[in-house]
């Protein structure tokens, strides 16, 4: 079992930064790639960024792509994502989550492994 918790949330306004961290314990090493979605009220859980445990590629919502910015450090078993120019239409709840699969993907479903989740809410 893996075991994820996310933290870093927060309020913060239009223009602002905030980092997201998720940190994994339990079988780590069974973990091939993490990702970050988001559910905002009322709609569905996208995909926001994906990367690959032991390489350096990623993936990107293109609704985010050039304002956030995941990254992984294997060493503390925690993955960030980096987001900048904050936008109101970026507040939701964040979602950590791991794939034993290799690959980068992009739909939850494909996702074992989940975090609580962590509120982010960018004001106007």
């Known amino acids: 079992q893996v075991q994820l918790v996310e933290s870093g949330g927060g309020l913060v306004q239009a223009g602002g930064s905030l980092r997201l961290s998720c940190a994994a314990s339990?079988?780590?090493?069974?973990?091939?790639?993490m990702g970050w979605f988001r559910q905002a009220p009322g709609k569905e859980r996208e995909f926001v960024a994906a990367?690959?445990?032991?390489?350096?590629?990623?993936a990107y919502a293109d609704s985010v792509k050039g304002r956030f910015t995941i990254t992984k450090d294997n060493a503390k078993n925690t993955v960030y994502l980096q987001m900048n120019s904050l936008k109101p239409e970026d507040t939701a709840v964040y979602y950590c989550?791991?794939?034993?699969?290799?690959?980068?993907?992009?739909?939850?479903?494909?996702?074992?492994?989940w975090g609580q989740g962590t509120q982010v809410t960018v004001s106007s």
């Open positions: 989550a791991g794939r034993t699969a290799y690959g980068l993907a992009r739909s939850d479903g494909e996702y074992a492994y």
């Open positions: 339990g079988r780590t090493f069974s973990n091939s790639a």
């Open positions: 990367i690959i445990r032991n390489y350096f590629s990623t």
